[in-house]
């Protein structure tokens, strides 16, 4: 399945192993191409509460570098309009913009982006069961 992933679900796989990082290799994943900028600000953070070796945490942090497919801005930017429009979080809008984009869902555990009709939601939970 094509998906759009949201960065809360990259940072909960690296921070332990779990269904979560399982699931990851499962699809093909989406994001926008400032995701890993995100990454490697909080990276220490991340790495502090992390249940890996060090060695680990690097090793899956480039397997996810390797196996998400960046969507530069530009590629994007003809559908952040309506992505605004139906996007209930302003901070997801180039998420939303990018499943416009792809036509596909978005992995995100936030309840709240399931307030709209447009975009397919998926939680890990949710695509676990599938």
């Given at each position: 399945m094509e998906l759009v992933i949201d960065a809360n679900i990259l940072f909960a796989a690296l921070i332990k192993n779990?269904?979560?990082s399982e699931l990851l290799f499962k699809?093909?994943?989406?994001?926008p191409e400032y995701i890993f900028t995100e990454f490697k600000?909080?990276?220490d953070e991340v790495r502090e509460k992390t249940h890996r070796s060090e060695e680990d945490f690097n090793l899956v942090f480039d397997l996810f570098e390797r196996n998400v497919i960046?969507?530069?801005?530009?590629e994007i930017n003809l559908f952040l309009d309506k992505a605004e429009k139906i996007c209930p979080d302003p901070k997801d809008v180039p998420y939303f913009a990018l499943c416009l984009k792809q036509n596909c869902a978005f992995w995100t555990n936030d309840k709240?982006?399931?307030?709209q009709d447009i975009i397919k939601i998926y939680s890990t939970?949710?695509?676990d069961d599938l």
């Open positions: 779990s269904r979560t699809h093909t994943l989406y994001a600000k909080y990276k960046l969507v530069p801005k530009e709240k982006l399931k307030k939970e949710e695509l």
